[in-house]
């Protein structure tokens, strides 16, 4: 068995984050340059988006549900009950909408992302594409960079929408809380902060979600279980991505806000 | 790219116009990759290479494409794009300039299917066809912007004898008639023999082998590759009269 030394490991672990940062900034380059294809972001939008729309609504109306759930005993103590609506309003719009919508998406479309070009990649579809005069990274990578980015935003607010209603709804009929109660708390308690943070997070975990399921469709090789692989790798990477990042942008919008 | 030993060693030659050079050699020779730098998918680590009178080998990625338009390629997988019908494979060059497929693209299509007798499959699927069709439409997908030079990987690889000969012979008719250079890597032999003993006949529009005691020139070379280098460059007819053990081994 071949002994693996530490520096190799090392240094293919620092090639792998140069080509996926060269990877991911051309993407977005190539958005300043000719051909733009139109077309394929919106196929991509549609297929991303609208297709990730049923477990975006279910992730949302539950997890809003649960908190209120969970929060209830807690806040029952303290006789601040009607701090429900805050509580989750704050919660989903600030974190948990982002987050969860991001790995949601990251788990069907990442993989996607993964496997399909991881596919076309050990049939050297990518190289006959190249050998055409297509540019791969224009014509599959930044269509795919582009919708991730602008569906994961929308998709966010349509989860905070649907986890304050999962709120509602548990609070309405098993808290016996007041609706207007609810929804005037759950509205006002948002500030400008929070909205900016709840849809900065969404553009960059789209961003790491396109950009890493990508790389990993693009180095593929070994046939089908490299394919596996990636589309295996390619989901863990950008969960984990997307936690880290997202501690790392709220420090940084909490240091810029002061809150 | 660093490998141990180097997988091409002082390899060089002169792909002329209008002239077909025949790669032969054992499998890990290196056949492939030169057409993969030919084709600026992988550069070289050391010298040069010039196609069409741009030297390749420094040249950036994004500056190769307009470049690769004038070069065709088959794949040794056809590598076709399996989620796209025939035509719009065939088309794909064509709608990249345009955008769209119009009526004068498929037209361009129906000829360049026509030409590799698959007239009926263009609104198939790459799933839907034999191995052979595959092969042939990836031909077709090949010399429809009629490029300078095409570049053969293996094209009979896989296919059975009678397959093999029809794609034989859309390559002689593809150097016979429209006069194309070509680099054609093959593992079989009796193809590389096929081409240099046979032509083109328009008015049959088949292939016909060269008669005995003919001048006609087929425009064929050998270079045959072994440990990395070349062994041998020439005609059919100074390869059956090279004296090379290897040579011979290898051809009998």
């Given amino acids: ?259 | 790219m660093a490998f141990d030993q180097p997988v091409l060693d002082g390899v060089s030659f002169h792909l002329k116009h209008g002239e077909t050079k025949v790669l032969l050699g054992e499998s890990g020779t290196g056949k492939t990759l030169i057409l993969k730098l030919a084709l600026g998918l992988i550069k070289p680590d050391f010298g040069t290479i010039s196609v069409l009178g741009d030297e390749i080998s420094a040249m950036r990625e994004q500056d190769m494409y307009a470049l690769r338009r004038r070069i065709g390629m088959v794949f040794q997988e056809s590598a076709l794009f399996d989620s796209l019908t025939v035509e719009e494979n065939v088309a794909y060059r064509l709608m990249e300039e345009t955008g769209k497929l119009t009526d004068e693209i498929h037209a361009r299509v129906l000829e360049a299917l026509e030409f590799v007798e698959l007239g009926k499959t263009y609104s198939l699927f790459p799933g839907e066809l034999s191995g052979g069709m595959r092969r042939r439409v990836a031909i077709a997908r090949a010399i429809i912007t009629q490029p300078e030079v095409l570049l053969y990987d293996s094209p009979t690889g896989g296919l059975d004898p009678v397959t093999s000969d029809t794609i034989i012979e859309l390559v002689v008719k593809q150097r016979d008639v429209y006069k194309t250079s070509s680099l054609l890597v093959t593992h079989r032999l009796q193809d590389a023999f096929t081409m240099a003993s046979h032509y083109f006949d328009r008015s049959l529009n088949k292939m016909v082998p060269v008669e005995d005691g003919s001048s006609r020139n087929v425009h064929t070379t050998f270079l045959i590759l072994r440990d990395h280098k070349i062994i041998f460059e020439g005609t059919a007819p100074e390869l059956l009269r090279c004296h090379d053990p290897y040579i011979r081994e290898y051809l009998s």
């Fill in chain 1, 1 to 259: 068995m071949p002994i693996t030394y530490l520096t190799d490991v090392a240094k293919d672990n620092v090639e792998a984050v140069q080509d996926y940062s060269i990877l991911a900034g051309r993407s977005l380059s190539n958005l300043f340059a000719r051909p733009r294809y139109i077309a394929d972001t919106l196929l991509q939008a549609d297929s991303i988006g609208v297709g990730s729309l049923p477990i975006v609504i279910l992730t949302g109306f539950f997890t809003g549900a649960v908190l209120a759930l969970q929060t209830s005993a807690t806040l029952q103590q303290f006789g601040s009950l009607s701090l429900t609506g805050q509580l989750v309003s704050l919660s989903m719009v600030r974190e948990l909408g982002p987050v969860l919508t991001g790995l949601m998406v990251a788990g069907r479309n990442s993989s996607g992302m993964a496997s399909e070009l991881g596919s076309m990649k050990v049939t050297e579809q990518i190289d006959a594409m190249r050998a055409m005069g297509v540019d791969p990274t224009k014509k599959l990578v930044t269509p795919r960079v582009i919708a991730t980015a602008v569906m994961l935003f929308f998709l966010s607010i349509i989860s905070d929408l649907v986890g304050l209603t999962g709120g509602f709804v548990i609070s309405f009929l098993r808290l016996g809380l007041n609706a207007n109660e609810y929804w005037s708390t759950a509205y006002q308690s948002l500030r400008f902060e929070d909205v900016f943070m709840g849809l900065c997070k969404p553009v960059v975990f789209g961003l790491i979600i396109a950009t890493i399921g990508c790389y990993y469709g693009m180095s593929a090789k070994g046939g089908t279980q490299g394919v596996g692989r990636a589309t295996t790798q390619a989901v863990v990477a950008a969960s984990v991505l997307i936690l880290v990042s997202d501690y790392f942008i709220t420090q940084l919008l909490m240091g810029i806000f002061g809150k």
